[in-house]
């Protein structure tokens, strides 16, 4: 089946700094790749989505890339915020869907 | 437009004791999905319903674990008898179900927090 890896499992940065997430997957049959935001006491929320046959898409802070050929697609914030505190989580979606085991962010005022 | 409902919120059980519990989707999302997230991983599907029949449960442990969704709507997830490896937090997500799941957005409820003792 399915394995996705996600680093790193923690993540600290300094507001205003840009924080980047990656994630591996092994089925070459996942095609669709969300991101979500879980934060404390809540389920997970969808914030940005990228299907197999686009390299990049972006959403004002928010922007993933993915790149098929070597199985990887990561999370890139910029201008980060306190309230972009949370635990982020990727997935692989060939049917159904796997999640990686989650990045806690925490960005420091 | 209302979310995910899950209930109950939290539930403390004995080991061997049986527990279920409820979600109610999204009106109108045909796709209604059970996940268990155990402390520090991520979400795992246990089984995905489309309307009332079952999609995927390759995942659900079925000697102690069963899930309905009866009028293709509600649906239950419960355990009989409970192990201490089952403390998680059970997770139902619900989304359209027009494209069979493929490029789908799932969206959460809160989350049913379950200790067992």
């Known amino acids: 089946g399915e394995n996705v890896e996600q680093h790193p499992s923690t993540l600290s940065v300094q507001e205003g700094d840009s924080a980047v997430i990656k994630c591996t997957y092994s089925?070459?049959?996942?095609?669709?790749f969300p991101w979500y935001k879980q934060e404390l006491g809540k389920g997970p929320q969808l914030i940005i989505d990228?299907?197999?046959?686009?390299g990049e898409k972006k959403d004002q802070r928010i922007a993933v890339t993915l790149n098929k050929t070597a199985k990887h697609f990561s999370l890139h914030i910029t201008e980060t915020q306190p309230e972009d505190s949370a635990v982020y989580f990727c997935?692989?979606?060939?049917?159904?869907?796997?999640f990686g085991d989650g990045t806690t962010l925490t960005v420091k005022p | 437009e209302a979310g995910v409902a899950q209930s109950p919120r939290y539930k403390i059980i004995e080991k061997r004791q049986s527990v279920a519990f409820w979600c109610n989707p999204i009106?109108?999302?045909?796709?209604l999905y059970w996940y268990q997230q155990i402390l520090g991983q991520g979400p795992k599907l246990l089984i995905q319903?489309?309307?009332?029949?079952?999609?995927?449960d390759s995942q659900l442990p079925k000697d102690r674990f069963s899930a309905e969704r009866l009028k293709g709507v509600d649906s239950t997830l419960k355990i009989q008898p409970a192990k201490l490896e089952d403390s998680a937090v059970y997770l139902c997500?619900?989304?359209?179900?027009?494209?069979?799941?493929?490029?789908?957005?799932?969206?959460f409820g809160p989350g049913t927090r379950l200790l067992v003792l």
């Open positions: 997500a619900s989304s359209l179900g027009s494209s069979g799941g493929a490029y789908e957005t799932q969206y």
């Open positions: 089925d070459s049959a996942s095609n669709y």
């Open positions: 990228i299907r197999s046959n686009v």
């Open positions: 997935a692989a979606v060939g049917g159904k869907s796997t």
């Open positions: 009106s109108g999302h045909a796709t």
């Open positions: 319903f489309q309307n009332n029949g079952v999609v995927d």
